[in-house]
């Protein structure tokens, strides 16, 4: 078993869906972890400590919040933002660029000095299958999600030599409120299984393990990787 003691871990967005999964694990294999988020849902384990803020507007709270060594930070803040190509605007691209890229940019800039601290820490960042598989209507946030898996590649050999660590984890459709409009009836739930070779879509635990084994030192010589955990879509072909 995986012991996250003595680990500070930072997960922004940790208030619902794949975060909130992530956060109620570490939480009870003894990390110390901190969320960033604009609400708290009633299921929050107690002792985790939370700040209020929305990503895009005002961080300047952020650099108190934070304990002086962070181990671990993740970002699961993102949006699943579908339309016909000839429907999307500049503005649906900026959005999507902010909320994914700039978001990440901001958080990591912030913690920079802690996980510098840590002698040792880790970064996962969330792209998406639509980032190397082709999906029709995708084309902003396939657009975004590129530009994490290339962030993190440029991050992981800038910050290498002071071994923080960054990697991505890459979802196909996983069952939380940003995917609720994709899985709200029977019939939509069914087709959605049946495109993944392994038959389902994906529960937010499919993807918080892998984060969680990337924060975890089992993963201490992985860098600069992106982890597809999606049933075997972006790499499989069953028929
Ligand atoms: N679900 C999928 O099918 C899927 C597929 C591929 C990739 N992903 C990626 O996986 C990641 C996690 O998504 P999820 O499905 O777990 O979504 P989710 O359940 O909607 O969770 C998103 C989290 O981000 C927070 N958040 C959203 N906007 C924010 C803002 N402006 N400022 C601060 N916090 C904000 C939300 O908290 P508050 O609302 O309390 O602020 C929540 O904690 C995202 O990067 C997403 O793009 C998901």
Same mark, same amino acid.
């Given at each position: 078993?995986? $012991?996250?003691?003595? +680990?500070?871990?930072?997960?922004?967005?940790?208030?619902?869906?794949?975060?909130?999964?992530?956060? +109620?694990?570490?939480?009870?294999?003894?990390? /110390?972890?901190?969320? &960033?988020?604009?609400?708290?849902?009633?299921?929050?384990?107690?002792?985790? %400590?939370?700040?209020?803020?929305?990503?895009?507007?005002?961080?300047?709270? !952020?650099?108190?919040?934070?304990?002086?060594? *962070?181990?671990?930070?993740?970002?699961?803040?993102?949006?699943?933002?579908?339309?016909?190509?000839?429907?999307?605007?500049?503005? @649906?691209?900026?959005?999507?660029?902010?909320? $994914?890229?700039?978001?990440?940019? /901001?958080?990591?800039?912030?913690?920079?000095?802690?996980?510098?601290?840590?002698?040792?820490?880790? !970064?996962?960042?969330?792209?998406?299958?639509?980032?190397?598989? #082709? *999906?029709?209507?995708?084309?902003?946030?396939?657009?975004?999600?590129?530009?994490?898996? #290339?962030?993190? *590649?440029?991050?992981?050999?800038?910050?290498?030599?002071?071994?923080?660590?960054? $990697?991505?984890?890459?979802?196909?459709?996983?069952?939380?409120?940003?995917?609720? $409009?994709?899985?709200?009836?029977?019939? %939509?739930?069914?087709?959605?299984? +049946?495109?993944?070779?392994?038959?389902?879509?994906?529960?937010?635990? @499919?993807?918080?393990?892998? &984060?969680?084994?990337?924060?975890?030192?089992?993963?201490?010589?992985?860098?600069?990787?992106?982890?597809?955990? @999606? #049933?075997?879509?972006?790499? *499989? +072909?069953?028929?």
């Amino acid at each position: 078993m995986i $012991n996250y003691q003595e +680990k500070n871990i930072l997960v922004v967005g940790g208030s619902s869906g794949i975060g909130l999964s992530l956060v +109620k694990f570490l939480n009870e294999n003894n990390a /110390r972890v901190y969320v &960033i988020s604009r609400t708290i849902p009633d299921d929050f384990p107690a002792g985790v %400590k939370h700040l209020q803020a929305d990503i895009t507007g005002d961080l300047d709270a !952020v650099v108190a919040f934070l304990p002086e060594h *962070l181990h671990g930070l993740v970002y699961s803040v993102g949006s699943i933002n579908l339309k016909p190509f000839n429907r999307l605007t500049a503005n @649906d691209f900026l959005n999507d660029y902010q909320l $994914n890229v700039l978001g990440a940019v /901001r958080m990591i800039q912030l913690s920079l000095k802690q996980l510098k601290n840590a002698g040792g820490a880790s !970064v996962v960042l969330i792209s998406s299958v639509a980032a190397r598989t #082709g *999906l029709p209507f995708h084309a902003s946030i396939s657009a975004a999600k590129s530009a994490i898996e #290339g962030l993190a *590649l440029s991050l992981a050999a800038e910050l290498a030599a002071q071994q923080i660590r960054v $990697n991505v984890v890459a979802p196909s459709l996983t069952d939380t409120t940003l995917a609720q $409009n994709l899985l709200n009836s029977p019939e %939509k739930r069914e087709a959605s299984a +049946k495109r993944h070779p392994l038959a389902r879509y994906g529960q937010p635990e @499919d993807v918080s393990q892998a &984060i969680a084994f990337l924060l975890s030192d089992c993963s201490s010589w992985i860098t600069g990787q992106v982890i597809r955990v @999606d #049933g075997g879509l972006s790499n *499989l +072909k069953t028929s």
